[in-house]
């Protein structure tokens, strides 16, 4: 069964404060994605990656793909109370062609 | 519509009762997804289809749940004989292409099972 696991579960920062997501799995996957899921809706679409090593930017988002495609990170810069949500990665998996969804990180930015 | 739309968006059910989630998708997507979200976690995959046909059904928590998608677009996710355990947010997505490709999953903003 391929698992990803993503950190931490739960993040409380002040505005203006770094963060960085991560996500794990021992699986390799053919493109991963990261989500951003709000109160009462479903979630949308950040980004994509494919290729291993991919670093894609979004504003103030770096997201990056590992060498060996079983990994990710999200990094914000400077977070907002606007980036408060709930962030999921999503491994699309090469065996299953199934998205294979993260835990989720909660964030919340205080102003 | 412009996005993916489900209904109801609340249901609250007594255990025992059977209860229907629909969902309709983007139109022209060709694939349709069907997942279980349980409070502030991620997403369970239960079941896709591509057109009308479901190739894997692994991801259906039990005999209880079935779905079908009639012409290519709507689609019914039924639960019968609903178990506390159910409760959940059931989120439908719909996507271009081939199920299983890296095409965009636009997701619907859910139906809240409640099971009492």
């Known amino acids: 069964t391929q698992l990803l696991e993503q950190s931490p579960q739960f993040l409380s920062i002040q505005e203006g404060e770094n963060l960085t997501v991560y996500c794990n799995s021992s699986s390799v996957f053919s493109s991963l994605q990261w989500y951003r899921q709000e109160p009462g809706e479903g979630p949308v679409l950040l980004v994509t990656v494919v290729t291993g090593g991919e670093v894609k930017k979004l504003k103030r988002l770096t997201f990056q793909f590992g060498d060996a495609r079983k990994d990710s990170s999200l990094h914000i810069t400077a977070a907002q109370p606007g980036d408060t949500g709930l962030y999921l990665c999503?491994?699309?998996?090469?065996?299953?062609?199934?998205?294979?969804f993260g835990q989720g990180t909660t964030l919340q930015v205080k102003p | 519509g412009a996005g993916v739309s489900q209904s109801p968006s609340n249901k609250v059910t007594e255990k025992g009762k059977d209860v229907e989630l629909r969902c309709d998708p983007i139109?022209?997507?060709?694939?349709l997804y069907w997942y279980r979200q349980s409070l502030g976690q991620g997403l369970e995959f239960l079941i896709y289809?591509?057109?009308?046909?479901?190739?894997?059904k692994s991801g259906l928590p039990s005999d209880r749940f079935s779905a079908e998608r009639t012409g290519g677009s709507v689609s019914t996710l039924t639960i019968q004989r609903t178990q506390q355990e159910d409760s959940a947010v059931y989120l439908c997505?719909?996507?271009?292409?081939?199920?299983?490709?890296?095409?965009?999953?636009?997701f619907g903003p859910g139906t809240r099972l409640t099971v009492t």
């Open positions: 999503a491994g699309l998996s090469s065996n299953t062609g199934k998205l294979i």
């Open positions: 139109s022209g997507h060709t694939a």
């Open positions: 997505a719909s996507s271009h292409g081939l199920a299983g490709s890296s095409y965009e999953q636009y």
């Open positions: 289809f591509q057109g009308n046909s479901a190739p894997d």
